[in-house]
Nanobody, 128 residues
Framework: QLQLVESGGGLVQSGGSLRLSCAAS????????IGWFRQAPGKEREGVSW????????YYVDSVKGRFTISRDNAKNTVYLQMKSLQPENKDVYYC?????????????????????WGRGEQVTVSS
């Protein structure tokens, strides 16, 4: 059974850091592109970062560049999202997702419908 499981969320003070983990089972993570998404209540899910399957190239939306880092541990079959300088507006549910399909347009990897596999999400709360 193909599965992604997030962990590492919780409550952090403004300016603090968290590291989210996304553990895969049933498939090998470096065989798929991995994306991290966030979703606020009543809003659409939006991509914040993704990692290319072939060489592990990383991509970020402008709002998180310099603060978020996506990385992968192949031995643990786990992808991480290190988040720094968190602000109250970063309070969202964060999801990891895996895409087996390949897209010519790299921007496709910021779109939820590009992904076949999803975790259940992890709540991140930032107190002011």
């Amino acid at each position: 059974q193909l599965q992604l499981v997030e962990s590492g969320g919780g409550l952090v003070q403004s300016g603090g850091s968290l590291r989210l983990s996304c553990a895969a089972s049933g498939f090998i993570l470096d065989h798929v592109a991995i994306g991290w998404f966030r979703q606020a209540p009543g809003k659409e899910r939006e991509g914040v970062s993704w990692m290319r399957r072939s060489d592990g190239g990383t991509y970020y939306v402008d709002s998180v560049k310099g603060r978020f880092t996506i990385s992968r541990d192949n031995a643990k079959n786990t992808v991480y999202l290190q988040m720094k300088s968190l602000q109250p507006e970063n309070k969202d549910v964060y999801y990891c997702a895996g895409a087996q399909r390949a897209y010519y347009d790299s921007n496709a990897y910021y779109r939820p419908y590009s992904y076949e596999y999803w975790g259940r999400g992890e709540q991140v709360t930032v107190s002011s």
